[in-house]
């Protein structure tokens, strides 16, 4: 574990045990030794997924690529390359073999495999805060999703559900998040499991049991029924077992966002940001962007049916008081996040309704004169 302790120990600003770090290397020389010793016609390198070395990781696996014949074979190890970007976060890494994968899949890439790279993309769009690209890519993944490597289904769930919220607007976050049958089927099961206090995969199993066998007298058609061993497969291979608290707080940010329940979802926010967002490693960068835009997001649905509302009914909606909710708006007006205005003297907000085609029209418009004016100055100068 050298490289990775000289590598934890410099990110974090740690002093290095010179010692210690000394003993490792000797102890990973050693082993590599011991590697080479046992296999005398292989080139390959063994042991960095056990010391976390990442350049010899990556040289590894991009030579065992230039030997490997088959695209499915290639594609996995360009999978492999992902994972080790995805894991320190090397941009580039990231991009280029992204790439790498879509050539190999347009020259034979098996469906599975394809929607596995749905996921790669997803999670790496999601962590430079591309939500709109990360949400369009999980929610093609939830149907076929077989990345186990990557994240379990849970965890896909998750950043599906979030991420649609913050990116997806409401018709197509009704008919591409509420109203999807396996994320509805995930969520309802986990909810179910922890008001019996019992494991989802017991409960999934139990359920499985009474019903084939005539036990249980429930409405449940063909479909549903299906749904319900598929996300019991799902449950089976999903090897990550941890507690899954998070798809109850997704579902409470979704449907009191969506039902504009917004007191709730002021709490239901707040409890995301510090259980869950500030914790995970691909979005706790990007905390405080997600809570703003959401915030916004719902301040605009609340106001998007009125033309004034008094201030003081707004902050009661929300549950916060008129000070903070006053300052919130003021900030997003300002920086033009909100088509409004507040008339302190009268205590009221006044909404500014904005046709969507002609703000479109003006930005063409105004993306055109700098387009022409851009071309002017490169002719003046050509002539």
């Known amino acids: ?49 056990d010391i976390v070395d990442k350049e010899n990781s990556v040289a590894a696996f991009n030579k065992t690529f230039e030997k490997t014949v088959g695209v499915g074979y290639r594609i996995d190890l360009v999978f492999n ?10 941009h580039q890494l ?16 098996d ?16 962590a430079i805060r591309d939500m709109k690209g990360a949400a369009d890519l999980f929610l093609e993944a939830v149907p076929t999703f077989g990345a186990y490597e990557l994240m379990n289904y849970e965890e896909l769930i998750f950043y599906a559900v979030i991420t649609s919220v913050c990116a997806l607007d409401r018709p197509d976050l009704k008919t591409k998040v509420v109203n999807c049958s396996e994320i509805q089927q995930q969520v309802s099961l986990d ?3 922890k008001s019996f206090g019992v494991s989802k995969e017991y409960l999934d199993q139990q359920l499985f049991n009474f019903i084939s066998s005539g036990k249980l007298s429930c409405r449940i058609d063909a479909r549903e029924f299906r749904i319900f061993f598929k996300c019991q497969l799902f449950q089976l291979n999903a090897e990550i077992g941890r507690n ?16 504009c329940d917004y007191s709730n979802f002021m709490i239901a926010l707040g409890k ?10 691909y979005l706790q960068l990007h905390c405080r962007y997600f809570t703003r835009t959401l915030r916004i997001k719902a301040y605009q649905q609340f106001l998007t049916p009125y033309k004034t509302v008094s201030l003081d009914v707004m902050a009661k909606s929300f549950g916060v008081s008129k000070e903070y909710l006053d300052q919130q708006l003021f900030n997003f007006i300002s920086s033009g ?11 009221i907000i006044e909404t500014a309704q904005t046709d969507q085609k002609n703000l479109f029209y003006k930005k063409v418009i105004h993306d055109g004169d700098i387009l022409l004016n851009k071309v002017q100055k490169l002719s003046r100068i050509i002539n």
């Open 111 to 126: 469906w599975d495999r394809k929607n596995r790279l749905r996921s790669y993309q997803g999670l790496y769009l999601m």
């Open 94 to 109: 990231i991009t280029e073999n992204i790439e790498k994968a879509k050539e190999l899949m347009e020259k034979g890439g």
């Open 272 to 281: 995301l940001e510090r259980d869950f967002l500030v914790k995970d490693r």
């Open 1 to 49: 574990m050298a490289p990775f302790y000289e590598y934890m120990c410099t990110s974090m600003k740690i002093p290095i045990d010179q010692a210690l770090l000394d003993k490792l290397k000797e102890q990973n020389a050693k082993r590599l030794d011991e590697i080479n010793k046992q296999l005398e016609d292989a080139e390959k390198n063994l042991g960095e997924s």
């Open 337 to 347: 996040k909100l088509s409004c205005r507040i008339d302190a003297c009268k205590g």
């Open 244 to 259: 899954n608290a998070n798809l109850p707080i997704a579902k409470e940010l979704l449907y009191t966002f969506y039902n």
């Open 191 to 193: 909810v179910m499991a």
């Open 81 to 90: 390359l992902i994972r080790i970007g995805l894991f320190f976060m090397d």
